[in-house]
Structures are given as structure tokens and as C-alpha cells.
């Protein structure tokens, strides 16, 4: 690529893009989705949802009925739910809405959005390493927020590395960020399906937090893009001038009410998947050379000698998972996401005869 032109912001310039490689194997486990499609039944009921639209029509203004299904799920005030277009997009509302000439604070590794946005707009960016198998730094992160005001972004459980952070840990960083009176804490909850725990509590208990919630996980919903918030009606109502009007289209909300219909299906995918992980993690944690890591998410993060050598051995066996080596304190660490049970038996096959050769 050529230099930026110069009437580019250097903030942007200067940031490399986001990179996914798709790789053709026919055993997907790299990006944490969910395993199987939409069944027929939900199919056909989304699509008579959407055939009963008017496409010449604007959608809401903001998707007012999809937020009232969402409150009443989670029995939260309406006016404190706000739904757009994937988390991704309530990441970078949320760094503009509390960030912006500020500071953005979070731990490492985490999701690289919070960075990324971080440092496309123009915020300070403080990272705090994880601790010990990668425990919650309380006191490295009020330190952190000590003398600065921002947004504070903590995942739970942990992304990517799948472990569940102490309560007690996790809320008294909240509380720290709370007495400040300067900080908005982001609770990223996007896999607190598979982990049977939320923080819906101790987001009531306190008006600048935020939990942020996913379709795209336990949903299985990840093409359709569909995220929210869940905040004190206040804090929803300033996020929403952030966000772009006629955010989120019809399609999308039929397909997010049309899931909410049908909790059973969630529940069981949810159920299935917890299963899966313990099976995987404890047929992987019987090989020579891998070290498994405890996950309460749908992925497990394991480590080995070689990860780049295990990566591409994986791919000609047709299996693809995702590389973690590169992250600060994930040395050695691939990721492979909980798949249908038929692909994790090929993942275990496949990964057994990569260590089986290995050095």
C-alpha cells in the first residue's frame, strides 16, 4: 500500500486495517460462531416476518419494538436498551460518547476494537497486562483510571481467552471507576449465555456501567449484525445521539424478534455448546504438548510449543482455528471454537495427528 493522501487523518493513516483471513476448510472454528444455521422452522418464521415489510418505508427512527422484546427479557426499563447494528458499532459510539479527548482504558489481551477505536479516534490509550492466567489486574487498573476521566472497557467472561474474571475483582474495579465520577465502565458480556451468568445487577446497582450484548453468539445470528446496550435510561438516551438514525434495518428486526420468540432454541444451542466444550477441553488437555486453558465461553484457548507449525498442520488436515501467538501474554496460544459435534471430533482427530508428529 502507498502513503496516505495528506488531507488523511494521521490517526487513521497510521492504523492498520483490520485483518481476517477466510480460509476454505470445510471445519470452520476460528471466528466463534455459531455452529449450525437458522432450522427450518425459525428460518421460515423470520422470512414471513420480512415478507410482511414495506421496503419503501424508513425503518424506526430507533428500533423501538425490537428494544421493548429486549427489556422484556431481561426485565430492564425500555428506555434503558439500545440496539444497533452489531456491539462493534456500540463500541465506537460508546469510546465517542465518554473517549474523545479522553482516555480509553483496558486490559490486554482483550477485543482489539477497544484499541483500534481507541486509537482512531484520537483517545489515550492505556492497556493493563492480565495477570496470573490471566486474572483481572485490579489494582494496575485503578491505578489506570486514577487522574483520568473515559471509558473502561472489561469483558466477562474474557475474550479471547475464555476464562470468567472474579466477581469480587470485576466489581470493585466498577466500584473504583464509579466513585471517580469520571469513568463510563463497558461491561462486554458477549458470551454470558454459555458462562450462565450476567451482570445485570451490578449494572442497576451503578449508572455508569454498561453491558453490551451480542446476536451474533449464543443467538447464532452473526450475519445479521444485531447488538445492544443495556444502560440507566439516561446514559441510553446520550448514547443514542451518537448513533446514526434509521440505524438498524427491517430485516434485521425480524430476524432479532423472530429469535426471541423461541428462547428454547437459544437455550438448547447454549446447552449443546457448553457440553461440546467440556468434551473438547478434555480430550485436548489428554494430548502430548497442549496445554488447555479453562473456558466458560464457545471457544477454548490452548497452547503449544509450535503454534504456527499446529496452525497450518490443522489446515491441511482441513481444519481451520484461529492463531492467538501474536497477542501480549498469548504466546504459543491457538483458539478453536466449539463446533457441531461432528466438527469437533474432526478438530480432535485432526489435532491429534498434528501432535502426534510434532517435535
Known amino acids: 500500500m502507498g502513503r ?18 477466510h480460509n476454505p476448510q470445510p471445519v470452520k472454528l476460528d471466528q466463534n460462531e455459531a455452529p449450525d444455521d437458522l432450522a427450518g422452522e425459525l428460518r421460515a418464521a423470520v422470512q414471513q416476518r420480512i415478507a410482511a415489510l414495506s421496503y419503501n418505508r424508513y425503518p424506526e427512527l ?14 430492564w426499563p425500555a428506555e434503558g436498551v439500545v440496539v ?25 489481551p482483550s477485543f482489539s476494537v477497544y484499541a483500534e477505536q481507541a486509537r482512531l479516534l484520537g483517545a489515550e490509550l492505556v492497556q493493563v497486562p492480565l495477570g496470573e492466567r490471566f486474572s483481572l489486574p485490579v489494582e494496575e487498573l485503578s491505578a489506570a483510571l486514577s487522574g483520568r476521566s473515559g471509558v473502561l472497557f472489561l469483558t466477562d467472561p474474557a475474550a479471547p481467552t475464555g476464562n470468567a474474571h472474579d466477581p469480587e475483582d470485576l466489581e470493585s474495579v466498577v466500584r473504583a471507576a464509579e466513585r471517580s465520577g469520571t469513568w463510563l465502565t463497558v461491561l462486554d458480556e458477549a458470551y454470558h449465555e454459555f458462562a450462565g451468568a450476567n451482570h445485570a445487577g451490578l449494572v442497576r446497582d451503578v449508572e455508569s456501567a454498561v453491558s453490551l450484548r451480542t446476536f451474533s453468539k449464543a443467538a447464532g445470528l452473526a450475519g445479521v449484525r444485531l447488538g445492544y446496550a443495556l444502560a440507566h435510561p439516561e446514559v441510553a438516551t446520550q448514547l443514542r445521539k451518537v448513533l446514526l438514525p434509521f440505524k438498524v434495518s427491517v430485516m434485521q428486526v425480524a430476524a432479532g424478534l423472530a429469535i426471541l420468540e423461541r428462547p428454547e432454541v437459544m437455550a438448547a444451542r447454549v446447552a449443546l455448546a457448553a457440553s461440546e466444550r467440556e468434551r473438547v477441553s478434555e480430550a485436548m488437555a489428554r494430548l502430548p504438548g497442549v496445554e488447555v ?55 480432535l482427530a485432526a489435532l491429534d495427528g498434528v501432535m502426534a508428529v510434532a517435535p
Open 84 to 108: 444497533a447494528n452489531g456491539s462493534n458499532v456500540l463500541i465506537q459510539a460508546l469510546v465517542i460518547l465518554a473517549g474523545l479527548e479522553r482516555t480509553v482504558v483496558s486490559v490486554k
Open 293 to 347: 486453558y479453562p473456558s466458560v465461553t464457545n471457544f477454548v484457548l490452548f497452547k503449544v510449543d509450535d503454534p504456527a507449525a499446529v496452525h497450518a498442520g490443522l489446515l491441511a488436515a482441513g481444519v481451520v482455528v484461529r492463531r492467538q501467538d501474536h497477542l501480549p501474554g498469548a504466546a504459543g496460544c491457538l483458539r478453536v471454537s466449539v463446533g457441531a459435534p461432528a466438527e469437533n471430533d474432526a478438530f
Open 62 to 75: 430507533h428500533p423501538v419494538v425490537l428494544e421493548e422484546a429486549l427489556a422484556r427479557r431481561h426485565d
Open 4 to 21: 496516505a493522501p495528506g488531507f488523511i487523518r494521521e490517526a487513521v493513516a497510521s492504523l492498520p486495517p483490520y485483518r481476517f483471513t
